[in-house]
């Protein structure tokens, strides 16, 4: 079988990483930087951690957000990972720290991964909207926001969370799967062929949830 070509959203944020690793695990990646790199030839995607405002902003200038959305919609496997599942979230709120009153904070800068969308932009959330879920923005913080803790994700066992300014799900709407949680919240979820979580897999050397997202692809 030929190698699986996973496009990897490189608009903004951690995407190396991600190339990295489905790079060792023998896929061929290409970077989604324009609308010409969106092709029927993907066999998967990756929409990295980051900002999510910026990335969904930049996705719809650069004419990528349609023809995603409908490689999403027919069932191309998407691994999304924190500020990606928000792109995929079918309403978004905004947590702690996020907004003009919010506080600073100074814990860490963190700022690729964090910023506030401007009120009646046309590249406010909700974006692909293709998990019926309502996801929290900066759901612990910007102090609190990043940090990291081990636990189950479906059936693998003491798995790595790097949390960095995440989001965490407050509903999930019928169908969607529950993977993993934190501390009674939900930080990651299955949905069709859609793959999504608040921490980030790509920093931890623990490929299985890369592994598991290539299984699903054809
Ligand atoms: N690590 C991340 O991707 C952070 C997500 C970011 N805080 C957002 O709201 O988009």
Do not use: W
Request: aromatic letters at 6%; hydrophobic letters at 45%.
């Amino acid at each position: 079988m030929s190698k699986p070509l996973i496009g990897v959203l490189a608009v903004q944020g951690a995407f190396i990483e991600h190339e990295h690793i489905l790079s060792a695990l023998g896929a061929e990646v290409v970077e989604l930087r324009q609308a010409a790199d969106v092709t029927n030839d993907l066999d998967g995607i990756v929409l990295p951690g980051g900002e999510s405002s910026v990335q969904g902003k930049l996705v719809r200038e650069l004419g990528m957000f349609e023809p995603l959305r409908a490689l999403i919609n027919q069932d191309v496997p998407v691994l999304a990972t924190c500020a990606g599942m928000i792109l995929l979230a079918s309403e978004v709120t905004q947590g702690i720290g996020s907004g003009a009153n919010s506080s600073t904070g100074n814990a860490t800068d963190n700022s690729s991964f964090d910023a506030e969308p401007a009120a009646n932009d046309p590249a406010a959330p909700p974006y692909f909207a293709t998990i019926p879920m309502s996801v929290k923005r900066n759901a612990y913080g910007r102090q609190l926001g990043s940090f990291a803790t081990a636990g189950n994700f479906g059936d693998f066992e003491n798995v790595q969370m790097t949390f960095i300014r995440g989001p965490y799900v407050e509903s999930v709407g019928d169908d969607v799967q529950v993977l993993a949680t934190v501390n009674d919240n939900i930080v990651a979820v299955r949905y069709k062929n859609q793959l999504a979580m608040s921490f980030h897999p790509e920093l931890n050397s623990d490929t299985r949830i890369h592994e598991m997202f290539l299984s699903f692809v054809n």
